[in-house]
Each structure stands twice: as structure tokens, then as C-alpha cells.
């Protein structure tokens, strides 16, 4: 049957669709020797296709759900060939492509998700769902009420953008530190920190702790495990989706 070939790169494991859509306008999808296009489609029990020259496993892998704390200094691109550090090489003993469910910039540490599940990721990183995520954030001076309101309420981090309304509570407070606790539903470049310095806020640190309800919890920078039922029933309630588990994909 023939399918559209982001759907069958998203449902192989090999990343999201999102992810599919840029291989194919980069011209670095083929199938069967041909440079696809977006729009075209394929039929994934008979035709070849490549993504730089590699072959797609379309018979499909087994699904994993984990959540790793991404420690300060890593990218959690997938590509970057200047940087030695990527999340992906913290990753020890797992033999499906996983990728990362949105990003956390270099200087951001915390919790991230990372699935070969791309209908999953697609779910968790689109803006329609509004899923929630929650952020530690410390800043090296007083924060005044002006600067929460202005915040919370919604402010222009550049040009033609401007965040949604959320939820910031003050957790510790003194003269020269204090700290606060971001919860947003979306999840703009460097969203935080532009928002704060649109206020004339220094961050020092940023640390995010949940992404729909599912929490850091004790793991260590660097560490990483599974999704346990209740975590995976956690995030399929956020995206409002049934808790029943997906099956693995036929091989």
C-alpha cells in the first residue's frame, strides 16, 4: 500500500516525522535510486529507499520510551559533527535508534524523552497539545513583581514573537539569588532565557524537571532508563490519548 514517506521514516524508528520531512527537502532521500520529494509516497513492503544511502529498515523494531538526564555540555542534536558531546553517546546498550522528543540547549540540563516512536514524538512535540513542561531556573539577583507579571502574562523574546501566557512561582528568594519555577506549554528556541532577558534577567542555571507530568525524579546526570507503565499512561493522558500501551511493530 502505498504511503507517504515521512509517515513510513517516522514509523520505521529512524526519527520523527518532522525530522523525515527535512531528509527529504535536504534531497537525501531515495527510493529506489530516486531523490524523493515531499508528497510522494511509497509502498514499504516493496520499494527501496535510502537516507543517505543507508537503508531503511521498513519491517519495523522494537519501541522504546526513555527519559535521560541531559547533563550541561551536551547538544542534544543528532548531527552536529563539530561537538564530542551528544546525548546520543550517553546512551550505552540500546540497539534501536532512539532520538530526542524537542530539545535542551547546551548550557540546559534536565529531563529529556527520546523514542524510535515517531507518531509518539510527533504527539509530545507538537504545539497543538499544549504539553506542559516544567523548568528549575535559577537567577543570580532579586527578581521584582514587575518582571514576573510581565512574563507570566506573555512577552516578545524577539521580533514578530511572542511567548503564551504561564505559570511562574517563586521557590527561593534572596537578595543576591533567587529561584523559579517556569511551567510552559510550548517550546520555542531558548524560550526561557530570551524571556528572562527581555526583563533584564541573567540565568545561571536551568533545569528542566518534567515534561507532561513525567519527572526527573532521582536519576543523575547522564543517566538514563525506560518509561515505566505509569510514566508512559502519564503522557498519553497529557496528549489525550488513551493509556492503552502500543503494540510492537510487526517485523
Do not use: W
Not at 526519527?15 to 527529504?24: G, V
Not at 552536529?80 to 535508534?97: C, F, N, W
Not at 532521582?218 to 498519553?236: C, H, N, V, W
Amino acid at each position: 500500500m502505498l504511503t507517504r514517506l515521512q509517515k513510513i521514516i517516522s514509523d520505521s524508528g529512524y526519527c520523527s516525522r518532522r525530522k523525515a520531512e527535512e531528509f527529504i527537502e535536504k534531497k537525501a532521500v531515495k527510493v529506489n535510486g530516486h531523490t524523493a520529494e515531499i508528497g510522494d509516497r511509497a509502498d514499504p513492503d516493496k520499494d527501496l529507499i535510502t537516507i543517505y544511502g543507508e537503508k531503511l529498515n521498513t519491517k519495523g523494531v522494537a519501541l522504546r520510551y526513555i527519559k535521560l538526564y541531559k547533563p550541561r555540555g551536551y547538544l542534544t542534536s543528532m548531527e552536529d559533527s563539530h561537538s564530542d558531546k551528544l546525548i546520543t553517546d550517553l546512551l550505552k546498550d540500546i540497539p534501536e535508534r532512539v532520538y530526542p522528543v524537542g530539545r535542551l540547549d547546551k548550557n540546559s540540563e534536565g529531563i529529556i524523552i527520546l523514542t524510535n516512536d515517531g507518531a509518539f514524538a510527533n504527539d509530545i512535540a507538537h504545539p497543538r497539545k499544549h504539553i506542559a513542561k516544567t523548568y528549575r531556573v535559577t537567577i543570580p539577583s532579586k527578581v521584582n513583581e514587575e518582571q514576573l507579571a510581565r512574563m507570566t502574562v506573555g512577552i516578545e523574546i524577539e521580533k514578530g514573537v511572542t511567548t503564551q501566557p504561564c505559570t511562574i512561582n517563586v521557590l527561593t528568594e534572596a537578595p543576591e539569588r533567587t529561584v523559579l519555577e517556569f511551567i510552559i506549554t510550548e517550546g520555542k528556541n531558548r524560550q526561557i532565557r530570551k524571556m528572562c532577558s527581555a526583563v533584564g534577567l541573567e540565568v545561571s542555571r536551568l533545569k528542566r524537571t518534567s515534561v507532561g507530568g513525567v519527572k526527573l525524579g532521582m536519576l543523575k546526570p547522564g543517566e538514563y532508563r525506560d518509561l515505566t507503565a505509569e510514566e508512559m499512561r502519564t503522557l498519553r493522558a497529557a496528549m489525550g490519548k488513551s493509556d492503552a500501551p502500543r503494540k510492537k511493530r510487526a517485523k
